[in-house]
């Protein structure tokens, strides 16, 4: 019997990493896939060959022990019908329902044979598929009322499409996860699944913090000083905020609940704006009202 080098299947050196072969193996498991080369045996003879050889090196256990008695694998073929006393190591694979060669069933005791150092165990534990993390973007708006967006991705050469729902009020960085739409398994698992993460585009003029949504809005001098009703925008439209007399320039006030739901507030930042390109009328009042200041020393900042 032949001896299976697994490194060779993939391509990859015997000190490869974690990262190299999962790599590896899926550039030849899409070049390879059945369903992109129908009715072609030799293609398919080899997507079996890479499938077991990545159930192999992917899994660190067994690859330590392929790697420990696989340069012994000449005196082991010889004696593959040997029945004496399983010897202390233990093998014990989660081979799940993949059809598996000859090679891996007497080096890993699971064909009928005994070979020295093998136990004859087998799990029928299947291995879930990989997972797909992705991203999508939304409004801020869309964050607020929620959304639905149509996801295209790739599985082995093959186009898929997913509606999936935003529900209303999610913060940036959350993680949708959408079961059994990742990768099918090669081991008669379930598929993977998919992890979207939610990200939110800047706003023009809302500022996202948590789920409270921070604004800035200009008022003048005389509506600071006397006090006034001002609309302002916010996600559910224009609402009235009373500005009180005598507000300070950066005042902020809080509009409950029309941040984003269930728990988020507004808060609204004034920044007071003087007035420019005065009148002569205008220029006069303004020095009436130094004039007071100057019998008043002070006593307009408080002091």
Known sequence: MEFKDYYKILGVPRDADENTIKRAYRELAKKYHPDLNPGNKASEEKFREINEAYEVLSDPEKRAKYDQLGANWEELSQRVKYTGPEAPFGFDFDLGNAPFSEFFRVFFGNGGFDVPGFTQTRTRKARKGEDIHTSVEITLEEA??????????SLGGKRKTLEVKIPPGIE?????????????????????????????APHPYFQLKGKDIYLEVPVTLTEAVLGAKIEVPSLKGKVLLNIPPETQNGTTFRLKGLGLPPTGDQYVKVNVVLPQNLTLEEKRLFEELKKYERTNPRKHLGL
């Open 144 to 153: 607020f009322r929620g959304s639905t967006r149509i996801i295209e991705y």
């Open 172 to 200: 940036p960085g959350t993680k949708i996860r959408l079961k059994a739409q990742g990768y099918p398994s090669q081991f008669g698992g379930q598929p993977g699944d998919m992890y979207l993460e939610v990200k939110v």
